[in-house]
């Protein structure tokens, strides 16, 4: 990633540098375009929300946000007060919570869908004003038919919001089939090391712009600006990162499908896996997030207490290889099984990551 440079000059800096200001000298009005205030910009901000807009194939700037869910928050604005939101069933507990929340307290309709399943997501898109996606979907892996499901929601009249955290722009890039809006927790792997919290909206419309600006400005969800320095310092080596994690996962994904104590390996890039199709004709890579099932809970939890290289902790997208039982958090879907177990994984050795885990699941059976 070559975007987010300062302008060439003879002995200027290679990397922008980082603004530490609440606010700037003000000698005209402040309206469009004039900086202000830190909350409303920060130069150190727009390299990185240049350079994911550049990734993402949008021509005007993305805009960054404090963490994923503030970006997620921003982007469910989008639907009116009493709205229809159609979202997967299986999602970010997170951007699934928040949306109940809302349900809740009457401000939306949310109608749950299996975003893998076209027609009942087709079906559940009449009269709605938002259709979010994930894919693949977080923690189950389930992959949307992308194409397909964007017109169905533009001829129903609906925007089209896709959560991109898990492929990153370099597996998908939603705009390009049409998507109106791209989120990312940045968090994961746009900055990619596990040492900030942030988020993007993309888009290529001027006006959802504009609204997710407003909303951004007025809730106050702005990055600090050495997390957005950190961000860009991040994204600079994701492909790299990318093509080793998802080289890894892929040969994880073969081992781990044909040891006796894994019920179910899902992965896209396994050839068994419902989702490969799709994600073969959509996606430019299969992640490397794997999501596996053992017997129960008490097996998922001896899995992941029983390891030493792989880090017993919850978030992905990281150098470092995590793995989780993803029901150990309540406000994980009941229908997300209990021996569910996902793998983050990171940039280590594949032997080394693989022997760990050989060790941990002979111990099951
Ligand atoms: C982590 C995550 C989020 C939330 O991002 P934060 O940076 O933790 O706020 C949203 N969507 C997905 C798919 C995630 O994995």
Redesign the pocket.
Known sequence: MAAGRPERGHDTPVNPSVVFSSTFVGLGSVGEGARGYARFSNPTWEPFEEAVARLEGAEIPALLFS????A?AAALSLVPVGGVLVAPAHA?S??LGLAQAKGVRGELELRSVDIADTEATVAALDGADVLWV?SPT?PMMEVADLPALTAAAHAAGALVVV?N??STPLGQRPLSVGADVVVH????YLAGHSDV???LAVTADDEIRARLLGHRTLHGAIAGPMEAWLGLRGLRTLALRVERSQATAAELARRLEGHPAVRRTRYPGLVSDPGHERAAAQFDGFGSIISIELDDAAAADALVAGLALWLPAT??GGVESTIERRRRHVAEPATVPEGLVRLSVGIENVDDLWADLAQGLDALV
């Open positions: 963490s994923g869910m503030a997620v970010y997170g951007t994930e977080n959560d955290t898990f927790s940045a968090t994961k919290l942030l988020g978030s992905l």
